[in-house]
């Protein structure tokens, strides 16, 4: 349970900083087009990037047993400046996510859309394949149980942004709003840091 809770809010703290796949979603959920289909797009292609990144970890840690220590540190050091740098975006002020104007698009270019967004972002590999499988391994061997975790996150996340914009657009049309998501998320970031190192 506590692996999988790890796995979860580790994702979660990943995920939801602001991009622009965060914002393509916002936005389909906010003009309530091909909602369904664009998360479970996002959602899906987490899922298959976690389980590579803890299958991966898994094979590489019985090859290699001091890689394990090398990537905890590693990733430890990672949380702490993305967590560092969650806070220096709260600290500018926030940014306001806000749908485009214009007429819809269909379903094929929506999805092709947010695969883009969401595979060509170079971002997205380091966040589920080599840090969540990193922290995954220190998990083992409920390594696996992270790894639903964390993929119960983004499913998680990406249906409550998805359909849940309607209800978070007066909420998230102020910048305020993303000053203390950002702080959250470094907080979480760093505390995930902690107890990994003292975990060690």
């Known amino acids: 349970m506590t692996a999988a809770l790890a796995g979860f809010l580790t994702a979660l703290s990943l995920i939801a900083a602001i991009g622009a796949q965060n914002a393509f979603v916002l936005r389909q959920g906010l ?37 394990t220590t090398a ?22 002020g926030g940014e306001a996510l806000r749908p485009a104007a214009g007429t819809g698009a269909t379903l094929g270019r929506t999805v092709g ?8 972002n170079p971002h997205v590999y380091l966040d589920t394949v080599v840090l969540l499988g990193a922290i995954s391994a220190q998990y083992a061997p409920q390594h696996w149980t992270f790894g639903a975790g964390a993929i119960a996150g983004s499913f998680a996340f990406f249906t409550a942004l998805g359909f849940g914009a309607r209800l978070l657009a007066p909420l998230f049309a102020n910048p305020k709003a993303w000053v203390w998501l950002e702080v959250i998320i470094g907080v979480v970031m760093w505390l995930i840091a902690v107890a990994l190192i003292t975990g060690a």
Do not use: N, Q
């Not at 970890?57 to 001091?66: C, D, N, Q």
């Not at 905890?72 to 975006?89: D, I, S």
């Not at 859309?113 to 060509?120: C, D, I, K, R, Y």
């Open 31 to 67: 003009r309530r087009e091909h909602v369904l289909p664009v998360v479970l797009a996002c959602a899906l292609s987490d899922a298959l990037l976690i389980a590579a990144g803890v299958a991966g970890f898994g094979t590489i840690a019985a090859l290699v047993p001091w890689i």
């Open 71 to 92: 990537m905890l540190y590693a990733g430890a050091a990672f949380l702490m400046v993305y967590g560092a740098l969650r806070f220096k975006a709260a600290l500018r």
């Open 113 to 120: 859309t947010v695969l883009v967004l969401t595979w060509a």
